[in-house]
Protein backbone atom coordinates (compact mmCIF):
# COMPACT_ATOMS: atom_id res chain seq x y z
CA UNK A 1 0.00 0.00 0.00
CA UNK A 2 2.71 2.27 0.85
CA UNK A 3 4.61 1.20 -1.95
CA UNK A 4 1.23 1.92 -4.20
CA UNK A 5 1.28 5.80 -3.02
CA UNK A 6 4.59 6.20 -3.60
CA UNK A 7 4.55 5.38 -7.27
CA UNK A 8 1.36 7.32 -7.78
CA UNK A 9 3.24 10.80 -8.00
CA UNK A 10 5.29 9.04 -11.03
CA UNK A 11 2.20 7.11 -12.50
CA UNK A 12 1.77 7.77 -16.32
CA UNK A 13 -1.58 6.42 -17.02
CA UNK A 14 -0.27 3.36 -19.69
CA UNK A 15 -3.10 1.02 -20.65
CA UNK A 16 -2.30 -2.14 -19.10
CA UNK A 17 -3.05 -4.21 -22.36
CA UNK A 18 -3.55 -3.21 -25.61
CA UNK A 19 -7.60 -3.19 -25.67
CA UNK A 20 -8.39 -2.46 -29.08
CA UNK A 21 -8.00 -6.30 -29.83
CA UNK A 22 -10.36 -8.40 -31.66
CA UNK A 23 -12.29 -11.28 -29.80
CA UNK A 24 -10.49 -14.48 -32.01
CA UNK A 25 -11.14 -17.87 -32.22
CA UNK A 26 -7.96 -18.24 -29.82
CA UNK A 27 -10.15 -16.25 -27.44
CA UNK A 28 -12.96 -18.34 -27.51
CA UNK A 29 -11.23 -21.77 -27.08
CA UNK A 30 -9.39 -20.24 -23.80
CA UNK A 31 -12.94 -19.16 -22.71
CA UNK A 32 -13.87 -22.86 -23.12
CA UNK A 33 -10.92 -24.48 -21.63
CA UNK A 34 -11.47 -22.35 -18.52
CA UNK A 35 -15.03 -23.19 -18.64
CA UNK A 36 -14.16 -26.48 -18.26
CA UNK A 37 -11.41 -26.03 -15.64
CA UNK A 38 -13.73 -24.30 -13.66
CA UNK A 39 -15.98 -26.68 -13.81
CA UNK A 40 -14.12 -29.51 -12.60
CA UNK A 41 -13.63 -27.91 -9.54
CA UNK A 42 -17.15 -26.77 -9.46
CA UNK A 43 -18.53 -30.60 -9.60
CA UNK A 44 -17.33 -32.55 -6.56
CA UNK A 45 -19.38 -29.82 -4.46
CA UNK A 46 -22.29 -30.04 -6.92
CA UNK A 47 -21.52 -34.37 -6.17
CA UNK A 48 -21.58 -33.68 -2.42
CA UNK A 49 -24.38 -31.29 -2.08
CA UNK A 50 -26.31 -33.82 -5.35
CA UNK A 51 -25.55 -37.12 -2.94
CA UNK A 52 -26.30 -35.27 0.61
CA UNK A 53 -29.87 -34.76 -1.25
CA UNK A 54 -30.85 -38.08 -2.30
CA UNK A 55 -31.77 -41.27 -0.33
CA UNK A 56 -28.50 -43.67 -0.22
CA UNK A 57 -30.39 -46.35 -1.90
CA UNK A 58 -31.12 -44.02 -5.32
CA UNK A 59 -27.54 -43.18 -4.90
CA UNK A 60 -26.03 -46.20 -5.39
CA UNK A 61 -28.67 -47.53 -7.75
CA UNK A 62 -28.49 -44.92 -10.35
CA UNK A 63 -25.93 -45.36 -13.08
CA UNK A 64 -25.04 -41.41 -13.30
CA UNK A 65 -27.30 -38.67 -11.06
CA UNK A 66 -26.85 -35.16 -12.62
CA UNK A 67 -29.90 -34.20 -11.29
CA UNK A 68 -32.20 -35.12 -8.19
CA UNK A 69 -35.26 -36.74 -9.03
CA UNK A 70 -36.45 -36.27 -5.48
CA UNK A 71 -34.97 -33.90 -2.92
CA UNK A 72 -34.94 -35.19 0.11
CA UNK A 73 -33.69 -33.25 3.96
CA UNK A 74 -33.25 -36.49 5.90
CA UNK A 75 -29.60 -36.61 5.67
CA UNK A 76 -29.61 -33.16 7.05
CA UNK A 77 -31.92 -33.79 9.40
CA UNK A 78 -30.06 -36.98 10.76
CA UNK A 79 -26.83 -34.61 11.12
CA UNK A 80 -28.48 -32.14 13.14
CA UNK A 81 -30.36 -34.83 15.16
CA UNK A 82 -26.46 -35.90 15.74
CA UNK A 83 -25.55 -34.67 19.22
CA UNK A 84 -21.73 -34.63 18.48
CA UNK A 85 -22.37 -32.56 15.62
CA UNK A 86 -23.46 -29.70 17.90
CA UNK A 87 -20.63 -30.30 20.04
CA UNK A 88 -18.25 -30.01 17.08
CA UNK A 89 -19.86 -27.17 15.86
CA UNK A 90 -19.55 -24.98 19.18
CA UNK A 91 -16.43 -26.38 20.01
CA UNK A 92 -15.09 -24.84 16.79
CA UNK A 93 -16.81 -21.75 17.13
CA UNK A 94 -15.16 -20.97 19.82
CA UNK A 95 -11.22 -22.03 18.79
CA UNK A 96 -11.83 -19.67 15.75
CA UNK A 97 -13.20 -16.76 17.55
CA UNK A 98 -10.90 -17.29 20.89
CA UNK A 99 -8.33 -18.53 18.31
CA UNK A 100 -8.04 -15.74 15.76
CA UNK A 101 -8.37 -12.94 18.62
CA UNK A 102 -5.33 -14.82 20.60
CA UNK A 103 -3.15 -15.07 17.32
CA UNK A 104 -3.62 -11.42 16.29
CA UNK A 105 -3.18 -10.05 19.50
CA UNK A 106 0.25 -12.27 19.28
CA UNK A 107 0.81 -11.42 15.39
CA UNK A 108 0.60 -7.63 16.03
CA UNK A 109 2.70 -6.81 19.14
CA UNK A 110 5.27 -9.43 17.66
CA UNK A 111 5.04 -7.58 14.21
CA UNK A 112 5.26 -4.02 15.59
CA UNK A 113 8.26 -4.51 18.25
CA UNK A 114 10.28 -5.65 15.23
CA UNK A 115 10.13 -3.26 13.33
CA UNK A 116 11.60 -1.22 15.95
CA UNK A 117 15.51 -0.77 16.11
CA UNK A 118 15.49 -2.12 19.67
CA UNK A 119 18.95 -3.60 21.14
CA UNK A 120 18.94 -7.42 20.40
CA UNK A 121 16.51 -7.12 17.69
CA UNK A 122 18.41 -9.45 15.61
CA UNK A 123 19.07 -12.03 17.60
CA UNK A 124 14.65 -11.96 18.84
CA UNK A 125 14.03 -11.83 14.67
CA UNK A 126 16.63 -14.50 14.17
CA UNK A 127 14.73 -17.10 16.90
CA UNK A 128 11.38 -16.44 15.47
CA UNK A 129 12.71 -17.17 11.66
CA UNK A 130 14.76 -20.67 13.08
CA UNK A 131 11.20 -21.85 14.03
CA UNK A 132 9.64 -21.80 10.83
CA UNK A 133 13.02 -24.12 9.47
CA UNK A 134 13.57 -26.07 11.72
CA UNK A 135 11.19 -27.81 14.77
CA UNK A 136 10.99 -30.39 17.24
CA UNK A 137 8.78 -32.88 15.37
CA UNK A 138 6.17 -34.13 16.36
CA UNK A 139 6.90 -36.53 19.77
CA UNK A 140 8.28 -33.52 21.44
CA UNK A 141 5.49 -31.42 20.28
CA UNK A 142 3.35 -34.04 22.01
CA UNK A 143 4.73 -34.83 25.33
CA UNK A 144 5.34 -31.05 25.94
CA UNK A 145 1.68 -29.83 25.53
CA UNK A 146 0.43 -32.75 26.93
CA UNK A 147 2.82 -32.38 30.02
CA UNK A 148 1.38 -28.26 30.57
CA UNK A 149 -1.72 -30.41 31.35
CA UNK A 150 -3.68 -29.20 28.06
CA UNK A 151 -5.00 -32.66 27.24
CA UNK A 152 -8.62 -32.19 26.43
CA UNK A 153 -8.88 -28.77 26.96
CA UNK A 154 -9.73 -26.42 24.25
CA UNK A 155 -7.34 -24.90 24.36
CA UNK A 156 -4.50 -27.37 23.02
CA UNK A 157 -5.83 -26.51 19.77
CA UNK A 158 -5.34 -22.76 20.67
CA UNK A 159 -2.62 -21.80 22.54
CA UNK A 160 -0.06 -23.70 20.58
CA UNK A 161 -1.13 -22.03 17.17
CA UNK A 162 -0.46 -18.42 18.11
CA UNK A 163 1.68 -17.21 15.52
CA UNK A 164 1.84 -18.10 12.02
CA UNK A 165 5.62 -16.48 10.99
CA UNK A 166 4.58 -15.72 7.50
CA UNK A 167 1.64 -14.28 8.25
CA UNK A 168 3.66 -11.99 11.25
CA UNK A 169 6.39 -11.02 8.79
CA UNK A 170 4.38 -10.00 6.47
CA UNK A 171 2.80 -7.63 8.74
CA UNK A 172 5.72 -6.77 10.28
CA UNK A 173 6.87 -5.47 6.12
CA UNK A 174 3.44 -3.66 6.09
CA UNK A 175 3.98 -1.64 9.17
CA UNK A 176 7.49 -0.46 8.00
CA UNK A 177 6.24 0.86 5.07
CA UNK A 178 4.08 3.04 7.22
CA UNK A 179 5.88 6.82 6.91
CA UNK A 180 7.98 7.16 10.55
CA UNK A 181 6.73 10.90 10.47
CA UNK A 182 3.40 10.03 11.70
CA UNK A 183 4.35 8.20 14.62
CA UNK A 184 6.56 10.89 15.05
CA UNK A 185 4.41 13.89 15.40
CA UNK A 186 2.23 11.64 17.43
CA UNK A 187 5.31 11.11 19.99
CA UNK A 188 5.84 14.81 20.09
CA UNK A 189 1.96 15.66 21.36
CA UNK A 190 3.03 13.02 24.01
CA UNK A 191 1.62 9.43 22.88
CA UNK A 192 2.84 6.30 24.75
CA UNK A 193 4.38 3.45 22.49
CA UNK A 194 1.03 1.95 22.94
CA UNK A 195 -1.36 4.22 22.00
CA UNK A 196 1.21 4.92 18.82
CA UNK A 197 0.61 1.18 18.21
CA UNK A 198 -3.41 1.38 18.70
CA UNK A 199 -4.16 5.08 17.54
CA UNK A 200 -2.22 5.38 14.37
CA UNK A 201 -0.84 2.15 13.37
CA UNK A 202 -3.48 -0.53 13.51
CA UNK A 203 -5.71 2.25 11.69
CA UNK A 204 -3.90 2.61 8.57
CA UNK A 205 -3.30 -1.33 8.78
CA UNK A 206 -7.12 -2.24 8.57
CA UNK A 207 -7.30 -4.16 5.12
CA UNK A 208 -4.22 -5.74 5.68
CA UNK A 209 -5.02 -7.04 9.36
CA UNK A 210 -8.43 -8.13 8.08
CA UNK A 211 -6.64 -10.32 5.77
CA UNK A 212 -4.94 -12.09 8.20
CA UNK A 213 -7.73 -12.28 10.28
CA UNK A 214 -9.58 -13.85 8.08
CA UNK A 215 -6.27 -16.47 7.12
CA UNK A 216 -6.43 -17.18 11.03
CA UNK A 217 -9.91 -17.86 11.47
CA UNK A 218 -9.90 -19.95 8.30
CA UNK A 219 -6.84 -22.00 9.94
CA UNK A 220 -8.80 -22.72 13.18
CA UNK A 221 -12.08 -23.69 11.67
CA UNK A 222 -10.28 -26.15 9.32
CA UNK A 223 -7.89 -27.39 12.53
CA UNK A 224 -8.34 -30.82 13.27
CA UNK A 225 -4.93 -31.88 13.88
CA UNK A 226 -4.15 -30.70 17.29
CA UNK A 227 -7.36 -32.15 18.31
CA UNK A 228 -6.45 -35.69 16.86
CA UNK A 229 -3.27 -35.10 19.29
CA UNK A 230 -4.44 -34.23 22.08
CA UNK A 231 -8.59 -34.45 22.52
CA UNK A 232 -9.75 -37.86 23.30
CA UNK A 233 -13.39 -36.87 24.30
CA UNK A 234 -15.46 -36.87 22.10
CA UNK A 235 -17.72 -34.04 23.14
CA UNK A 236 -14.64 -32.05 23.03
CA UNK A 237 -13.42 -32.34 19.56
CA UNK A 238 -13.32 -30.42 16.56
CA UNK A 239 -16.16 -29.98 13.75
CA UNK A 240 -13.61 -30.94 11.32
CA UNK A 241 -12.54 -34.25 13.54
CA UNK A 242 -15.35 -35.04 14.35
CA UNK A 243 -16.31 -34.97 10.19
CA UNK A 244 -13.13 -37.10 9.87
CA UNK A 245 -14.60 -40.10 11.88
CA UNK A 246 -17.90 -39.80 10.35
CA UNK A 247 -15.77 -40.07 6.78
CA UNK A 248 -13.32 -42.60 8.36
CA UNK A 249 -14.75 -44.40 10.26
CA UNK A 250 -17.66 -46.78 9.38
CA UNK A 251 -18.94 -47.57 12.86
CA UNK A 252 -18.08 -43.94 14.50
CA UNK A 253 -21.82 -42.68 13.73
CA UNK A 254 -23.45 -45.89 14.78
CA UNK A 255 -21.63 -46.04 18.43
CA UNK A 256 -22.10 -42.82 18.76
CA UNK A 257 -26.01 -42.53 18.67
CA UNK A 258 -27.61 -41.56 22.00
CA UNK A 259 -29.48 -44.59 23.67
CA UNK A 260 -33.07 -44.95 21.60
CA UNK A 261 -31.80 -42.84 18.34
CA UNK A 262 -32.73 -44.78 15.65
CA UNK A 263 -29.74 -45.38 12.86
CA UNK A 264 -31.13 -44.71 9.36
CA UNK A 265 -31.45 -46.58 6.73
CA UNK A 266 -30.07 -43.30 4.57
CA UNK A 267 -26.67 -44.42 6.37
CA UNK A 268 -23.63 -43.82 4.02
CA UNK A 269 -22.12 -41.60 1.70
CA UNK A 270 -25.36 -39.28 1.67
CA UNK A 271 -25.05 -39.12 5.58
CA UNK A 272 -21.07 -38.14 4.99
CA UNK A 273 -21.92 -35.53 2.12
CA UNK A 274 -24.08 -33.72 4.36
CA UNK A 275 -21.69 -33.74 6.87
CA UNK A 276 -19.02 -32.29 4.77
CA UNK A 277 -21.24 -29.60 2.98
CA UNK A 278 -22.50 -28.78 6.75
CA UNK A 279 -18.44 -28.47 7.79
CA UNK A 280 -17.75 -26.44 4.90
CA UNK A 281 -20.52 -24.33 4.95
CA UNK A 282 -19.24 -21.18 6.44
CA UNK A 283 -15.99 -20.92 4.39
CA UNK A 284 -18.35 -21.12 1.10
CA UNK A 285 -20.67 -18.16 2.45
CA UNK A 286 -18.31 -16.20 3.46
CA UNK A 287 -15.73 -16.39 0.41
CA UNK A 288 -17.76 -14.57 -2.55
CA UNK A 289 -18.77 -12.04 -0.45
CA UNK A 290 -14.80 -11.75 1.04
CA UNK A 291 -12.87 -12.70 -2.14
CA UNK A 292 -10.79 -9.61 -2.40
CA UNK A 293 -9.23 -10.44 1.10
CA UNK A 294 -9.23 -14.35 0.47
CA UNK A 295 -6.97 -13.31 -2.47
CA UNK A 296 -4.40 -10.66 -1.49
CA UNK A 297 -2.59 -12.05 1.35
CA UNK A 298 0.11 -13.52 -0.79
CA UNK A 299 0.75 -10.46 -2.48
CA UNK A 300 0.60 -8.48 -0.13
CA UNK A 301 3.98 -8.85 0.95
CA UNK A 302 5.54 -12.01 -1.19
CA UNK A 303 6.18 -10.34 -4.26
CA UNK A 304 8.12 -6.94 -3.83
CA UNK A 305 8.80 -6.22 -7.55
CA UNK B 1 15.72 8.71 11.62
CA UNK B 2 19.34 9.29 11.32
CA UNK B 3 19.92 10.62 15.02
CA UNK B 4 17.40 7.49 15.55
CA UNK B 5 20.43 5.03 14.40
CA UNK B 6 22.86 6.58 16.06
CA UNK B 7 21.42 6.55 19.73
CA UNK B 8 20.85 2.82 18.61
CA UNK B 9 24.31 2.06 18.51
CA UNK B 10 25.10 2.47 22.14
CA UNK B 11 28.81 2.74 23.38
CA UNK B 12 29.21 1.85 26.81
CA UNK B 13 26.85 -0.18 29.46
CA UNK B 14 25.03 2.88 30.77
CA UNK B 15 23.51 3.84 26.96
CA UNK B 16 22.82 0.65 26.49
CA UNK B 17 20.92 0.10 29.54
CA UNK B 18 19.14 4.02 28.95
CA UNK B 19 18.57 2.43 25.45
CA UNK B 20 16.78 -0.57 26.82
CA UNK B 21 14.78 1.79 29.32
CA UNK B 22 13.98 3.78 26.98
CA UNK B 23 12.21 0.99 24.80
CA UNK B 24 10.40 -0.86 27.83
CA UNK B 25 7.70 -0.97 26.14
CA UNK B 26 8.34 -2.40 23.04
CA UNK B 27 10.02 -4.91 24.97
CA UNK B 28 6.49 -5.54 27.06
CA UNK B 29 5.40 -6.20 23.35
CA UNK B 30 7.38 -9.02 22.93
CA UNK B 31 6.92 -10.59 25.81
CA UNK B 32 3.78 -12.66 24.99
CA UNK B 33 4.75 -13.61 21.40
CA UNK B 34 8.50 -14.59 22.80
CA UNK B 35 6.35 -17.01 25.15
CA UNK B 36 4.70 -18.29 23.09
CA UNK B 37 7.76 -18.97 20.93
CA UNK B 38 9.79 -20.46 24.12
CA UNK B 39 6.83 -22.70 25.37
CA UNK B 40 5.61 -24.31 22.12
CA UNK B 41 8.52 -23.80 19.58
CA UNK B 42 11.89 -24.02 21.83
CA UNK B 43 10.72 -26.25 24.42
CA UNK B 44 10.16 -29.55 22.45
CA UNK B 45 13.63 -28.65 20.90
CA UNK B 46 14.65 -29.09 24.17
CA UNK B 47 12.36 -32.39 24.09
CA UNK B 48 14.55 -33.91 20.85
CA UNK B 49 17.29 -35.39 23.27
CA UNK B 50 14.75 -38.27 23.68
CA UNK B 51 16.36 -39.23 19.93
CA UNK B 52 18.78 -40.13 22.00
CA UNK B 53 17.17 -41.48 25.23
CA UNK B 54 15.19 -44.21 26.12
CA UNK B 55 12.12 -42.72 27.47
CA UNK B 56 10.26 -44.08 30.57
CA UNK B 57 6.97 -42.45 31.18
CA UNK B 58 7.65 -42.04 34.64
CA UNK B 59 11.12 -40.20 34.22
CA UNK B 60 10.19 -37.62 31.74
CA UNK B 61 12.36 -35.98 29.31
CA UNK B 62 15.08 -35.05 31.26
CA UNK B 63 15.41 -37.94 33.50
CA UNK B 64 15.05 -40.68 31.13
CA UNK B 65 18.73 -42.51 30.58
CA UNK B 66 20.65 -41.72 27.51
CA UNK B 67 21.36 -44.84 24.58
CA UNK B 68 23.53 -42.77 22.37
CA UNK B 69 22.76 -43.57 18.96
CA UNK B 70 20.64 -46.73 19.49
CA UNK B 71 17.38 -45.20 17.62
CA UNK B 72 19.48 -44.29 14.44
CA UNK B 73 20.86 -47.45 14.17
CA UNK B 74 17.22 -49.06 14.76
CA UNK B 75 16.07 -47.24 11.60
CA UNK B 76 18.98 -48.44 9.21
CA UNK B 77 17.43 -52.34 10.45
CA UNK B 78 13.67 -51.15 10.05
CA UNK B 79 12.33 -51.98 6.14
CA UNK B 80 8.93 -49.45 6.81
CA UNK B 81 11.64 -46.63 7.98
CA UNK B 82 13.14 -47.62 4.20
CA UNK B 83 9.78 -47.76 2.43
CA UNK B 84 8.66 -44.17 4.10
CA UNK B 85 11.76 -42.45 3.54
CA UNK B 86 12.21 -43.62 -0.33
CA UNK B 87 8.01 -42.50 -0.59
CA UNK B 88 8.72 -39.44 0.95
CA UNK B 89 10.97 -38.55 -1.69
CA UNK B 90 9.13 -40.09 -4.69
CA UNK B 91 5.62 -38.66 -3.77
CA UNK B 92 7.62 -34.96 -3.35
CA UNK B 93 9.23 -35.47 -6.64
CA UNK B 94 5.77 -36.21 -8.37
CA UNK B 95 4.85 -33.38 -6.98
CA UNK B 96 7.02 -31.11 -7.99
CA UNK B 97 7.59 -32.93 -12.00
CA UNK B 98 3.65 -32.72 -12.63
CA UNK B 99 2.24 -30.39 -10.00
CA UNK B 100 5.02 -27.33 -10.41
CA UNK B 101 4.07 -26.44 -13.77
CA UNK B 102 0.59 -26.64 -13.48
CA UNK B 103 -0.12 -23.05 -11.25
CA UNK B 104 2.23 -21.58 -14.42
CA UNK B 105 0.13 -22.37 -17.43
CA UNK B 106 -2.65 -21.72 -15.56
CA UNK B 107 -1.40 -18.02 -14.72
CA UNK B 108 -0.62 -17.75 -18.32
CA UNK B 109 -4.21 -18.93 -19.98
CA UNK B 110 -5.89 -16.74 -17.17
CA UNK B 111 -3.86 -13.92 -17.67
CA UNK B 112 -4.83 -14.17 -21.59
CA UNK B 113 -8.49 -14.13 -21.03
CA UNK B 114 -10.27 -11.67 -23.00
CA UNK B 115 -13.02 -10.47 -20.43
CA UNK B 116 -12.09 -8.89 -17.16
CA UNK B 117 -14.94 -10.25 -15.43
CA UNK B 118 -14.80 -13.90 -16.61
CA UNK B 119 -11.17 -13.88 -15.85
CA UNK B 120 -11.63 -12.64 -11.93
CA UNK B 121 -14.48 -15.38 -12.17
CA UNK B 122 -12.07 -18.41 -13.03
CA UNK B 123 -9.31 -17.06 -10.83
CA UNK B 124 -12.24 -17.04 -7.90
CA UNK B 125 -13.15 -20.46 -8.69
CA UNK B 126 -9.72 -22.14 -9.33
CA UNK B 127 -8.84 -20.75 -5.53
CA UNK B 128 -11.54 -21.81 -3.70
CA UNK B 129 -10.33 -24.87 -2.65
CA UNK B 130 -7.34 -23.89 -1.42
CA UNK B 131 -9.20 -22.64 1.75
CA UNK B 132 -10.43 -25.92 2.86
CA UNK B 133 -9.18 -28.38 4.91
CA UNK B 134 -7.95 -32.01 3.74
CA UNK B 135 -10.77 -33.53 5.83
CA UNK B 136 -12.99 -31.72 3.79
CA UNK B 137 -11.58 -32.60 0.65
CA UNK B 138 -10.97 -36.28 1.51
CA UNK B 139 -14.56 -36.31 1.96
CA UNK B 140 -15.58 -34.76 -1.95
CA UNK B 141 -12.73 -36.86 -3.12
CA UNK B 142 -13.28 -40.38 -1.15
CA UNK B 143 -16.07 -40.15 -2.63
CA UNK B 144 -16.26 -39.34 -5.99
CA UNK B 145 -13.46 -42.12 -6.35
CA UNK B 146 -15.09 -44.22 -4.60
CA UNK B 147 -16.74 -47.81 -4.67
CA UNK B 148 -20.12 -45.81 -5.70
CA UNK B 149 -18.80 -43.03 -6.61
CA UNK B 150 -19.49 -40.49 -10.04
CA UNK B 151 -16.24 -41.20 -11.77
CA UNK B 152 -16.54 -45.24 -11.33
CA UNK B 153 -19.84 -44.69 -13.14
CA UNK B 154 -18.85 -42.47 -15.93
CA UNK B 155 -15.71 -45.08 -16.72
CA UNK B 156 -18.86 -47.71 -16.26
CA UNK B 157 -20.73 -45.82 -19.31
CA UNK B 158 -16.83 -46.07 -21.16
CA UNK B 159 -15.80 -49.54 -20.32
CA UNK B 160 -17.68 -51.79 -18.18
CA UNK B 161 -15.06 -54.03 -17.31
CA UNK B 162 -12.67 -51.25 -15.86
CA UNK B 163 -15.49 -50.48 -14.00
CA UNK B 164 -16.04 -53.52 -12.34
CA UNK B 165 -11.89 -53.82 -11.40
CA UNK B 166 -12.40 -50.39 -10.04
CA UNK B 167 -9.88 -49.92 -7.25
CA UNK B 168 -8.29 -46.76 -7.32
CA UNK B 169 -8.00 -45.77 -3.58
CA UNK B 170 -7.13 -49.58 -2.56
CA UNK B 171 -4.41 -49.62 -5.23
CA UNK B 172 -0.87 -49.36 -5.03
CA UNK B 173 -0.46 -48.73 -8.98
CA UNK B 174 -3.32 -45.84 -8.79
CA UNK B 175 -2.97 -44.12 -5.29
CA UNK B 176 0.21 -41.65 -6.13
CA UNK B 177 -1.57 -40.56 -9.02
CA UNK B 178 -4.92 -40.24 -7.19
CA UNK B 179 -2.50 -37.90 -5.09
CA UNK B 180 -1.10 -35.93 -7.16
CA UNK B 181 -4.01 -34.92 -9.27
CA UNK B 182 -6.16 -34.19 -6.17
CA UNK B 183 -3.26 -32.15 -5.04
CA UNK B 184 -3.45 -30.11 -8.33
CA UNK B 185 -6.84 -29.91 -7.60
CA UNK B 186 -6.96 -28.31 -4.15
CA UNK B 187 -4.09 -26.08 -4.96
CA UNK B 188 -3.01 -25.24 -8.59
CA UNK B 189 -5.78 -22.03 -8.49
CA UNK B 190 -3.57 -20.66 -5.25
CA UNK B 191 -0.55 -20.89 -6.68
CA UNK B 192 -0.89 -18.94 -9.99
CA UNK B 193 -1.74 -15.91 -7.49
CA UNK B 194 1.94 -15.05 -7.15
CA UNK B 195 2.79 -15.72 -10.86
CA UNK B 196 -0.09 -13.24 -12.10
CA UNK B 197 0.90 -10.88 -9.63
CA UNK B 198 4.59 -11.63 -11.26
CA UNK B 199 3.26 -10.75 -14.87
CA UNK B 200 0.84 -7.88 -13.99
CA UNK B 201 4.32 -6.55 -12.93
CA UNK B 202 6.06 -6.32 -15.88
CA UNK B 203 6.18 -3.15 -18.22
CA UNK B 204 3.61 -2.66 -20.50
CA UNK B 205 5.29 -1.16 -23.25
CA UNK B 206 7.18 -4.22 -24.17
CA UNK B 207 3.58 -5.50 -25.43
CA UNK B 208 2.90 -2.19 -27.26
CA UNK B 209 6.56 -2.70 -29.08
CA UNK B 210 5.97 -5.86 -29.68
CA UNK B 211 2.21 -5.33 -30.86
CA UNK B 212 4.14 -2.52 -33.49
CA UNK B 213 6.48 -4.84 -34.22
CA UNK B 214 3.75 -7.05 -35.44
CA UNK B 215 4.26 -10.36 -32.63
CA UNK B 216 0.87 -12.39 -32.17
CA UNK B 217 -0.05 -13.42 -29.28
CA UNK B 218 1.40 -16.50 -28.68
CA UNK B 219 4.72 -14.89 -29.46
CA UNK B 220 4.09 -12.49 -26.98
CA UNK B 221 3.46 -14.97 -24.33
CA UNK B 222 6.34 -17.16 -25.74
CA UNK B 223 8.93 -13.67 -25.72
CA UNK B 224 7.40 -11.67 -22.74
CA UNK B 225 5.43 -12.80 -20.44
CA UNK B 226 7.34 -16.16 -19.60
CA UNK B 227 10.90 -14.68 -19.94
CA UNK B 228 9.42 -11.65 -17.84
CA UNK B 229 8.16 -14.12 -14.82
CA UNK B 230 11.49 -16.71 -15.41
CA UNK B 231 12.78 -15.13 -12.30
CA UNK B 232 10.16 -15.77 -9.99
CA UNK B 233 9.47 -19.23 -11.82
CA UNK B 234 13.06 -19.90 -10.79
CA UNK B 235 13.09 -19.15 -7.28
CA UNK B 236 9.89 -20.96 -6.37
CA UNK B 237 11.05 -23.76 -7.83
CA UNK B 238 14.22 -23.88 -6.09
CA UNK B 239 11.98 -23.35 -2.78
CA UNK B 240 9.88 -26.14 -3.58
CA UNK B 241 12.81 -28.40 -3.77
CA UNK B 242 14.21 -27.17 -0.53
CA UNK B 243 10.97 -27.99 1.13
CA UNK B 244 11.55 -32.05 -0.67
CA UNK B 245 10.86 -33.61 3.10
CA UNK B 246 7.60 -31.82 3.31
CA UNK B 247 5.49 -34.64 1.61
CA UNK B 248 1.91 -33.66 2.64
CA UNK B 249 0.77 -35.17 5.92
CA UNK B 250 -2.39 -33.91 5.77
CA UNK B 251 -3.67 -35.11 2.10
CA UNK B 252 -1.72 -38.44 3.06
CA UNK B 253 -3.30 -39.02 6.11
CA UNK B 254 -6.46 -38.36 5.16
CA UNK B 255 -7.30 -40.30 2.32
CA UNK B 256 -4.53 -43.06 2.44
CA UNK B 257 -5.55 -47.24 3.79
CA UNK B 258 -3.24 -49.90 5.05
CA UNK B 259 -3.13 -51.75 1.27
CA UNK B 260 -1.50 -48.43 -0.17
CA UNK B 261 0.64 -47.67 2.88
CA UNK B 262 3.96 -49.25 0.69
CA UNK B 263 3.52 -46.47 -1.49
CA UNK B 264 1.93 -43.76 0.05
CA UNK B 265 3.41 -44.17 3.85
CA UNK B 266 5.35 -40.90 4.29
CA UNK B 267 7.86 -40.10 7.22
CA UNK B 268 5.05 -37.75 8.56
CA UNK B 269 2.36 -40.39 8.65
CA UNK B 270 5.12 -43.14 9.84
CA UNK B 271 6.66 -41.27 12.54
CA UNK B 272 2.54 -40.91 13.84
CA UNK B 273 1.50 -44.47 12.88
CA UNK B 274 3.87 -46.40 15.09
CA UNK B 275 3.62 -43.33 17.99
CA UNK B 276 -0.30 -43.00 18.21
CA UNK B 277 -1.98 -45.62 15.82
CA UNK B 278 -2.08 -48.75 17.55
CA UNK B 279 -3.16 -46.98 21.11
CA UNK B 280 -0.81 -44.83 22.74
CA UNK B 281 2.95 -46.35 22.46
CA UNK B 282 5.40 -45.94 24.79
CA UNK B 283 8.25 -45.87 22.68
CA UNK B 284 8.71 -41.98 22.47
CA UNK B 285 12.53 -42.18 21.85
CA UNK B 286 12.81 -43.93 18.18
CA UNK B 287 9.42 -41.69 16.54
CA UNK B 288 11.45 -38.94 18.04
CA UNK B 289 14.85 -39.99 16.28
CA UNK B 290 13.28 -40.77 13.07
CA UNK B 291 11.40 -36.94 12.90
CA UNK B 292 15.07 -35.36 14.00
CA UNK B 293 16.51 -37.50 10.67
CA UNK B 294 13.92 -36.10 8.99
CA UNK B 295 13.67 -32.38 9.97
CA UNK B 296 18.01 -32.31 10.20
CA UNK B 297 17.32 -32.74 6.32
CA UNK B 298 14.37 -30.78 5.59
CA UNK B 299 16.50 -27.83 7.40
CA UNK B 300 19.60 -28.42 5.60
CA UNK B 301 17.72 -28.56 2.01
CA UNK B 302 15.92 -25.43 2.65
CA UNK B 303 19.05 -23.51 3.66
CA UNK B 304 21.17 -24.53 1.01
CA UNK B 305 17.84 -23.30 -1.54
CA UNK B 306 17.50 -19.79 0.51
CA UNK B 307 20.99 -19.35 0.14
CA UNK B 308 21.19 -19.74 -3.51
CA UNK B 309 18.02 -18.27 -3.64
CA UNK B 310 19.82 -14.87 -1.57
CA UNK B 311 22.52 -15.38 -4.16
CA UNK B 312 20.02 -14.99 -6.98
CA UNK B 313 19.17 -11.26 -5.61
CA UNK B 314 15.66 -12.48 -4.12
CA UNK B 315 14.89 -12.53 -0.67
CA UNK B 316 15.13 -15.77 0.47
CA UNK B 317 12.57 -16.17 3.52
CA UNK B 318 9.84 -16.74 1.39
Given at each position: ?128 V?TMYFS ?28 NVFY?LI ?126 GLT?GAVKE | ?83 AFKNTIIISLYRIIFGFPVPIILALMI ?15 LT?PHF??W??V ?38 RSFLIITDIWKEAGWGTIIYLAAI?G ?23 TIPGIMGIIVIQLLLRVGWVMEAGFDQI ?11 A?ILDT ?24 KNVINFALIMTANAIARRAGHDGII
Amino acid sequence: MADATHKSSLDIKVPKRNRIRRFSIGDAILIIIMSLLSLSVILPFYNAVLVSMVPQTVYVRSPLLLWPKEVIWDNYRFIFDFRLIWYGIGNSVFITVAGTLYSMLLTVLCAYALTKDIPGRRFVRFLIVFTMYFSGGIIPYFLIINGLGLTNSLWSMILPTGINVFYMLIVSNFFTGIPPSLEESAKIDGAGDFTILIRIILPLSLPILATFALYYAVDKWNEWWHGLLFIRKVEKQPLQLILRQIIQDAQFLSQQLLPGQEKPDVYGDSIKMAAVVVTMFPIMMLYPFLQRYFLSGLTLGAVKE
Amino acid sequence: MATNRSLSRPHGRTDLKKEIWRNRYFYLMLLLPMAFFIIFKYLPLYGLQLAFKEYMLNKGITGSPWIGFDHFKRMTVEPEFFVAFKNTIIISLYRIIFGFPVPIILALMINEVYFNRFRRFTQTILTFPHFLSWVIVSGLVLNMFGDSGVIKKLVALYSPEMATNWNMLYSKASFRSFLIITDIWKEAGWGTIIYLAAIAGIDPSYYEAATIDGCNRLQKVWHITIPGIMGIIVIQLLLRVGWVMEAGFDQIFNLYTPPVYPVADILDTYVYRITFGRGVSMDMGFPTAVGLFKNVINFALIMTANAIARRAGHDGII
